[in-house]
């Protein structure tokens, strides 16, 4: 992935975690999959519910479950090489301006208050 394609990417992730009217619900949880199997994220896209786990890969996990909210359609394979492809190409600068956005989004939401119910039949994705 180009350099110019993957910022293009990066600031769409950015602006997913800067809407403000509540559209995103990004939580920090540990998580297992359907066959309780630890996985580091998942994303509920018609839900608006991305949860990530926080003992795992945080920013790259965090760009990965955005690809999947941001782009539905893609294959699992796509946002895996697409994740990988950005963050192969993120400055120190980017991964700071990541961090901010997260600490951000959890300062503007109150933290951890919202309560979340997700319907585990949606598909779960890693
Ligand atoms: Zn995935």
């Known amino acids: ?4 394609q993957a ?5 769409r ?17 540990k998580i297992r999959d359907e066959k309780g199997a630890r996985v580091c ?7 608006g519910v991305i949860h990530v786990d926080p003992r795992k890969e945080l920013l790259p996990t965090t760009v990965h ?3 999947h909210m941001l782009y539905p359609e893609w294959s699992e394979t796509k946002i895996k090489n697409a994740e990988r492809g950005i963050s192969h190409n993120m400055s120190e600068r980017q ?4 961090l901010v956005k997260l600490a951000d989004y959890f300062v503007r939401m109150g933290f951890a ?3 979340v119910t ?3 039949d949606d598909k779960a994705r890693r």
């Open 1 to 4: 992935m180009e350099k110019k």
């Open 7 to 11: 910022d293009y990417f990066l600031r």
């Open 13 to 29: 992730v950015y602006k997913l975690l800067e809407s403000d009217d509540g559209d995103l619900i990004f939580r920090l949880k």
């Open 41 to 47: 994220g998942k994303c509920w896209t018609l839900l």
């Open 65 to 67: 479950e955005a690809l």
């Open 95 to 98: 991964y700071a301006n990541l």
């Open 113 to 115: 208050d919202r309560k």
């Open 118 to 120: 997700t319907n585990d």
